[in-house]
């Protein structure tokens, strides 16, 4: 009776790969996705869906040059402090034109 051969392992010499060897892996090398989906009825197209998903570390998306996080005000604390202080100076500049005698200008840092 013979057994069947086993192929070499890729993670080593007789290693498995556990779930944190292979996630370590997907976030120091990126992965992305990518896949579209069109729906169409007697030859015309009637939606299409394209589907991007990257999975990396926050170290190698900016590498990548992705950094959309941290001008969006919902996931960056800096970001919404900056948009509050542009919205604040806004309405400051807008209430001196209307009663420019009533707000007090801003001094600069």
Do not use: C, F
């Amino acid at each position: 009776m013979t057994t069947p051969s086993r192929l070499p392992d890729p993670y080593g010499q007789g290693q498995s790969a556990n779930l944190a060897d292979i996630l370590e892996r997907v976030l120091d090398k990126g992965v992305v996705i990518a896949g579209d989906i069109k729906i169409n009825l007697l030859d015309i197209e009637l939606l299409t869906i394209k589907l991007r998903l990257v999975v990396a570390s926050v170290d190698k998306a900016k590498e990548m040059g992705i950094d959309w996080w941290e001008s969006d005000p919902a996931l960056s604390s800096r970001a919404r402090h900056d948009e509050l202080t542009r919205e604040n100076a806004a309405l400051r500049e807008r209430l001196r034109e209307l009663d420019p005698g009533r707000v007090p200008r801003e001094e600069a840092p």
